[in-house]
């Protein structure tokens, strides 16, 4: 490994961060294919088609920053910023040559970082190159009918087929975090989500890293990880995801009333949780592995966008009662929302970290809901909703440790809370901020995320259309505006 300019440390570091990648980012996002990754290393460290000394740099600078607070990086700690910086440097000299898989690999995760660092404009920008390559390459076409004339071998399809889906995947999960219009379209010329290796599909799966060290250990023997059908999953989700996404949060309309589609795609979204195998279903009070808890995160959040732009129909608020379509929207907003704040719950307690931006997204989609049900003054549920909204709150600190854009996310939640219930106090801050409130009044009105409850502005308050954005909350030109971008 030294070969490709690596710093000279125990290989067994290297080892352990390989590993983190393929434990914990792997199953759910599968940028890269390890097999060909790893034989590509081996037979040509220089750089082949399916390695590069980019993608490895890449490959760990995100594990370095994903296991920077673990005993096996004590005395490395700087090694996230070498090679995040090494990476970026590096791709300089890739975008001089003609467009790979490697390279497109190397930046999806590239904006992956940059997005947990917080780096919105960077974390967008590297995500774009990388579709633009993907494109350049045809991996948007599914290549079957060119594997007869020897053009791609079975290995080269499956390569293609789930770099395809990653970046399909990734395109749906920073249109949500930043608020902006998925660049990627489904279509029918597109690969299918068909992958002829399950090798990995039982293969034990060991949390290395996790707080309880029985894990690490394999106190849970003989638990598969099931990396292919939660994959699989996550991109069905991205579909229906998508579907939710330019019905309503790319389209300017508002909708009062439920039609046809909506119920069509309310069902849709609530059928991805009923269709998960049972091996895909995870419980707050139960082990899981990872990403499958992450999974249900994320097919929750998706649920509860499909149905909450319809939580305000009628007249919400003290003294009125809401239409019988807003009833059941918010009912099944709330369930979600519960769910979400278990699971993520459940990952604390198991792993003793939270480190996904895709789990602060989840929580903060969980928190407008319970915003919303006390903005409406519902007795019933008001009382749950503030303690349910405590929860959000603490287990959005934990994630905003890890994925520091989140905090801006808890700066807009600190204020909506301030104003619903401007009797409560909090005793804790946003780790890196003062006194979010002394923060927010020194922002202009015009710039603020969120208007103040019952006050004229031409910012938008409604969460039920406002788009969701973790890392660019204070961005005034975008959020005067409903659709995404």
């Known amino acids: 490994m030294y070969s490709v300019n690596l710093p000279e440390v125990p290989h067994d570091l290297y080892k352990y961060l390989l590993d983190s990648h393929w434990t914990w980012i792997q199953p759910l996002y599968n940028m890269v294919y390890r097999p060909a990754f790893v034989r590509d290393m081996g037979d040509n460290p220089e750089g082949g088609q399916y390695f590069s000394p980019f993608l490895l740099h890449a490959i760990l600078a995100h594990s370095t920053r994903f296991c920077r607070d673990q005993p096996a990086m004590a005395g490395y700690e700087g090694f996230s910023d070498y090679f995040w910086r090494k990476a970026r440097t590096m791709l300089v000299e890739e975008l001089d040559k003609a467009s790979t898989v490697a390279t497109v690999q190397g930046l999806l995760l590239l904006s992956a970082i940059e997005n947990s660092r917080g780096n919105v404009s960077q974390s967008w920008t590297y995500s774009g190159m990388a579709f633009r390559m993907l494109q350049d390459l045809g991996i948007h ?7 007869s004339d020897g053009r791609f071998s079975e290995e080269d399809l499956e390569v293609r087929r789930r770099l395809w889906w990653s970046a399909f995947l990734w395109d749906k999960m920073i249109s949500i975090y930043f608020g902006r219009t998925p660049t990627l ?13 399950d090798s990995t599909e039982s293969e034990p799966w060991i949390p290395i890293g996790a707080a309880d060290t029985s894990l690490t250990l394999g106190g849970v023997p003989g638990v598969p990880g099931h990396g292919v059908s939660c994959f699989v999953g996550a991109c069905r989700m991205a ?40 091996h895909l279903r995870a419980r707050p009070e139960t082990f899981a592995p990872h990403h499958i808890i992450v999974l249900n995160c994320l097919i929750h959040a998706v649920i509860v966008l499909a149905h909450r732009p319809f939580c305000g129909a009628g007249a919400p608020g003290p003294g009125h009662s809401p239409s019988p379509a807003a009833s059941s929207a918010m009912k099944r907003c709330m369930t979600s929302a519960r769910a979400i704040n278990a699971l993520a719950g459940n990952i604390r307690r198991t ?63 600190d204020y909506q809370i301030d104003h619903l219930l401007p009797d409560r106090t909090r005793s804790d801050n946003v780790s890196g901020f003062v006194d979010p409130s002394a923060f927010l009044r020194a922002v202009p009105q015009s710039q603020l995320p969120v208007a103040p409850v019952g006050e004229a502005s031409n910012v938008v308050t409604d969460f039920g259309q406002a788009p969701d954005l973790l890392s660019e909350l204070f961005h005034s030109g975008f959020l005067t505006q409903t659709p995404f971008q």
């Open 185 to 197: 379209q489904d279509s029918p010329l597109a690969p299918p989500t068909i992958l002829v290796d």
């Open 239 to 278: 579909e229906v995801l998508h579907r939710v996404l330019m019905r309503h949060y790319c389209d300017s309309t508002a909708r009062a009333v439920v039609e046809r589609q909506d119920c069509d795609l309310m069902r849709d979204t609530i059928a991805l949780l009923d269709d998960l195998a049972p």
């Open 351 to 413: 792993y003793g970290f939270c480190k996904f931006a895709a789990v602060g997204y989840s929580l903060w989609t969980a928190a407008t809901v319970f915003v919303l049900d006390i903005k409406s003054s519902r007795p019933a549920t008001a009382t749950d909703s503030m303690s349910q909204l405590d929860v959000s709150r603490e287990l959005l600190n934990g994630v905003a440790q890890f994925c520091p854009g989140i905090r801006q996310a808890i700066i807009a939640l």
């Open 141 to 147: 076409l599914d290549g079957a009918s060119q594997a």
